[in-house]
């Protein structure tokens, strides 16, 4: 059974810039979260994918988006990047029938200059 | 919206003891209550969740109860190894399509075993 991988493991930008970041779900999983981890705290939710749709939304503004594929893997793009941006980026997969049961990646540490 | 306490930040125990870390919850709706263990430098991982239709769980040395009136749950880890020495975090869900199933964290407690 393949775990939920994400590329790529560290990014650099500066503000303003825009980024985008990867993710593959676990075998078997259809649905993908994903979160942000500020350093010291705990993750924070983004949004959720499911049959390539937005299926729930944390507080983050627009320039905050995501697609799915028909794979089940996942982006996470973010615009006009802000020194605050920087963090860990997790994805979680999970299968739709236990939407709570989420798996993580190993995250993309972006640093946003 | 959805908020998850955690107590305490940091917890020191001597190998072989055990070591409880207890969160609470804000959202008598939320239904699901996982623990990750985070490791420096990866990825949490779930180590054992509960359900609010049961009142505990235990795998292995790992034991999570829940109490569903007072809003709070709890980890409990005995006979504590070296290799246990991680940030914990407990999160709460109430798991409908609004929310999409977000997973609410709280803020970690690091956990030192020393030999």
């Known amino acids: 059974e393949t775990g939920v991988t994400q590329s790529p493991t560290h990014l650099i930008k500066t503000r303003g810039q825009q980024v985008t970041l990867r993710c593959s779900s676990q075998s078997g999983h259809n649905t993908v979260s994903w979160y942000q981890q500020a350093l010291g705290q705990g993750p924070q939710f983004i949004f959720q994918?499911?049959?390539?749709?937005?299926?729930g939304r944390g507080n983050f503004p627009p320039r905050f988006s995501g697609l799915q594929f028909p794979n089940y893997s996942s982006e996470l793009n973010v615009n006009a990047l802000e020194l605050d941006d920087s963090a860990l980026y997790l994805c979680?997969?999970?299968?739709?029938?236990?939407?709570?049961?989420?798996?993580f990646g190993p995250g993309t540490r972006l640093t946003v200059l | 919206g959805e908020n998850v306490e955690q107590h305490p930040s940091t917890l020191s125990v001597q190998e072989g003891d055990s070591a409880v870390i207890k969160c609470t919850y804000s959202?008598?709706?939320?239904?699901?209550f996982p623990w990750y263990k985070q490791e420096l430098g990866k990825g949490p991982q779930l180590i054992i969740d509960i359900r609010s239709n049961v009142g505990e769980k235990k795998d292995q040395r790992i034991a999570v109860t829940l109490n569903k009136t007072a809003k709070h749950f709890s980890l409990h880890i005995t006979e504590t190894q070296p290799e246990d020495s991680a940030v914990y975090f407990c999160a709460a869900s109430k798991g409908n399509s609004n929310s999409g199933y977000a997973l609410n964290f709280g803020k970690g407690t690091s956990l030192l075993v020393t030999p």
């Open positions: 994918y499911y049959r390539e749709e937005e299926n």
């Open positions: 959202d008598s709706a939320s239904n699901y």
């Open positions: 979680a997969s999970s299968f739709s029938g236990k939407y709570n049961e989420q798996f």
